[in-house]
């Protein structure tokens, strides 16, 4: 019925002042949002409670023991919440961009020349996202073992580093970012494929790029099974598996949920301004070749 | 340059792509394909103690055929596990999806107010880790602690669905702005052409946008399977607070179990290897049935 647009009936996509405002699909956003919104307005707000507070005052009346619990959670075992702040910054950053640029290589070569094997490599490449992790995670930490690389740094950054699913996105927008012409001008001038993707490519897959950038470093910084399952030494926890651990320790004294709920809070800090601040690069889709601001 | 055109799109260039692709082969090989062969080798293997298991070499590992599969299929508990997994997968498959394909059509419908704001509020929980969802969840839940009154959400009669609630919060967003995203990509001028004809809103979004985005739910379906079959974080992080989640409440928790806790190997490998076969069978199955009914049909 809506096969195509009959001609002369753009002028009608502007709103026009006579239709009405969407009363329902709105109402129904709002609801969602306030949904969405709620569990993190009061993690905030029972952040500011002090202990005697936390169980007493309404809900969302904020409490006047904030500090008090920042100073608590900072001295806790000596300031390891910082250790795993960092950690956490160090897994996520570091794993994140050594992904991207091994998804953006592999995405460009997969796209931008054709050889034997092509489709074979991209297949067992992709193959990967349907891979469980739990299939992965256990037997990593056993080879780790007997290499000896367990429980340290390594074991949770380099299983991280390739992810099928960049792979893909960036083999997509390669296609759709790098016209051929340009790598065959390049080639006719004489450069060589290094400079060419230095030179000519990479420039061109830079948005791309940071969005897979994003997309993992939000993977790593979330993830808990694998650093779980590696790692026994709470000075190299990320923040998921030392909040697990405190949690741990601490669900039956009540006395420390403060601790818990204002690390809880902290930890969402980080990654909710990196979302904010990078809101378009937020994509799903990055067959376009180019971001839309 | 007329009969070079063709291969101007995908340039050939000998033995450069392969180096190109070369880390990501190199990481392959050591973190998937190394692993996987492993898992599969531990699983056909078990320990053989002789004597009294004293000793050096009392202990001996040697070739079990299939018997930690069959140990693996035959297990109650295990069963018991995809059971509850069952109830709170299909929970969180239909709510969150459909959450999701809601929230998109009202994002992408005419004259909606706050769209900026909702769309970033909803897929705010992204940005969550799942053991901070499951923490704040987990408090809101305790009665000495919730807003909602002196419910028993952490019994074992709504442990379910509380755990439920806790996916559907985290992974709503996403999906929508999957959704979301091919709906923007669909030119105006279908719907304009279909308002002409008198369609209304509900009309074009049920007879337009969602056989469009039929593809994308089949997808978001599929990786949301894959995903709630590993169920892990969300029951591991909540059992602190609560006696009704055991050990083994899903079928990755028991492998979890299984290998680090009792340190049996090789039925942990054997338990994998079946986790990792259901979901693949699940989300193959799922395909398949949407493409008969959806694609085929003839």
């Given amino acids: 019925m809506a096969a195509a647009a009959l001609p002369g009936t753009r ?10 405002v969407g009363i329902v699909p709105t109402a129904v956003l709002v609801l969602g949002a306030i949904y969405t919104l709620f569990p993190v307005s009061w993690v ?18 904020p409490g006047t ?26 897994y996520a950053g570091g794993g994140a961009v050594l992904s991207t640029a091994v998804s953006t290589i592999s995405g460009y070569a997969l796209a931008k020349y054709s050889f034997p094997g092509r489709n074979l490599i991209f297949n067992l490449l992709i193959g990967g996202i349907l891979v469980p992790s739990v299939v992965l995670a256990i037997p990593q930490y056993l080879l780790f073992s007997k290499a000896g690389l367990a429980d340290t740094y390594w074991s949770v950054l380099l299983p991280q580093i390739l992810h099928p699913y960049s792979i893909y996105l960036a083999r997509i927008y390669a296609q759709a970012a790098i016209p051929a012409s340009l790598l065959e001008a390049g080639r006719l001038d004489g450069a060589g494929e290094w400079r060419l993707f ?7 897959l830079t948005p791309g790029m940071v969005t897979i950038f994003l997309f993992q470093f939000v993977a790593i910084w979330n993830n808990f099974l694998l650093p779980f399952i590696m790692l026994g030494d709470d000075h190299k926890f990320p923040l998921t598996v030392g909040l697990y651990t405190l949690l741990a320790a601490g669900a039956n004294q009540p006395s420390l949920y403060n601790l818990i709920i204002t690390g809880t809070m902290l930890s969402l800090i980080p990654l909710i301004a990196l979302f904010l601040t990078m809101q378009r690069y937020w994509r799903t889709d990055l067959s376009g070749g180019a971001v839309k601001s | 340059m007329t009969s070079r ?33 492993y898992t599969v080798y531990l699983s056909l293997r078990r320990t053989k103690v002789s004597g009294l298991g004293l000793g050096k070499g009392a202990r001996k590992e040697i070739f079990a055929g299939l018997a930690n599969y069959a140990a693996a299929v035959g297990d109650g508990e295990l069963w018991a596990g995809w059971l509850r997994v069952l109830a709170y997968g299909a929970l969180v498959l239909v709510l969150m999806l459909g959450l999701a394909l809601v929230f998109a059509l009202m994002l992408d419908a005419a004259h909606v107010r706050l769209a900026r704001l909702t769309r970033i509020s909803i897929f705010l929980p992204y940005a969550v880790p799942g053991v901070a969802a499951t923490l704040m969840w987990g408090f809101l839940y305790l009665p000495s602690l919730s807003p909602f009154g002196d419910h028993p959400f952490l019994s074992a009669g709504l442990v379910t669905f509380s755990m439920a609630n806790i996916a559907v919060w985290g992974g709503t967003g996403f999906n929508m702005l999957v959704l979301y995203t ?26 337009i946008k969602i056989p469009i985005l039929v593809p994308s739910i089949i997808l978001t379906t599929v990786f949301s399977v894959i995903a709630t079959v590993q169920v892990f974080t969300e029951p591991t992080t909540l059992r602190p607070l609560t006696n009704t989640i055991s050990s083994t409440w ?23 290897m079946v986790i990792a076969g259901i979901s693949l069978v699940l989300s193959f199955g799922f395909l398949r049935i949407v493409k008969n009914h959806a694609f085929g049909g003839g």
């Fill in chain 2, 250 to 272: 899903s079928p990755l928790m028991k492998v979890y179990r299984d290998a680090f806790v009792t340190g049996d190997l090789y039925s942990a490998a054997a338990t994998s």
């Fill in chain 1, 65 to 90: 023991g904030l500090l008090s619990n920042l100073a608590d959670l900072f001295a806790y075992r000596d300031g390891v919440f910082w250790l795993w702040l960092l950690n956490t910054a160090l």
């Fill in chain 1, 198 to 204: 230095r030179r000519v490519a990479l420039p061109l």
């Fill in chain 2, 182 to 207: 091919n709906l923007r990509a669909v030119p105006r001028e279908y719907y304009e052409a279909a308002r002409i004809d008198g369609a209304s809103e509900l009309g074009i979004a049920l007879r």
């Fill in chain 1, 44 to 61: 905030v707000v029972a952040a500011t409670k002090s202990k005697a507070e936390l169980f007493s005052t309404s809900t969302f009346a």
């Fill in chain 1, 11 to 20: 002028g009608h996509a502007r709103p026009s002042p006579r239709r009405p």
């Fill in chain 2, 5 to 37: 055109n063709k291969s101007a799109r995908a340039h050939r260039a000998g033995a450069v792509p392969y180096l190109f692709l070369a880390p990501a082969m190199a990481l392959f090989t050591l973190f998937m394909a190394l692993p996987i062969g």
